[in-house]
């Protein structure tokens, strides 16, 4: 499955964008160094998974609990199914938790 994952995650290369917008909302640009109040606007059809999951990861990976809420059903499952593997690879899958309203 390692291959597999590899393969899907080679052509969900993150864009310049999703990563400074994970840069933002991680507060790569706060003057004391905390995660607070960090808001980012990604378009429709802009990479809003890539920049969620990918910000997961890291959060989970500072040894934080991560809950990625959704309105959607379908979404959240999608999204979960999409990055379970790298959150697998990285050893924090049970920090991730992806859940609807």
């Not at 290369?13 to 808001?39: E, F």
């Amino acid at each position: 499955w390692r291959i597999s994952a590899v393969h899907k995650w080679a052509r969900k290369m993150a864009h310049d964008s999703q990563i400074l917008a994970v840069l933002r909302l991680m507060g790569w640009d706060s003057t004391d160094g905390r995660c607070v109040n960090h808001m980012v606007q990604v378009p429709t059809g802009e990479g809003k998974s890539i920049v969620v999951g990918l910000t997961a990861c890291l959060n989970a990976l500072r040894d934080k609990e991560v809950h990625s809420v959704c309105y959607s059903p379908y979404l959240r499952s999608r999204d979960y199914d999409d990055f379970e593997p790298l959150f697998r690879e990285l050893g924090v899958h049970d920090k991730v938790k992806y859940e609807t309203f």
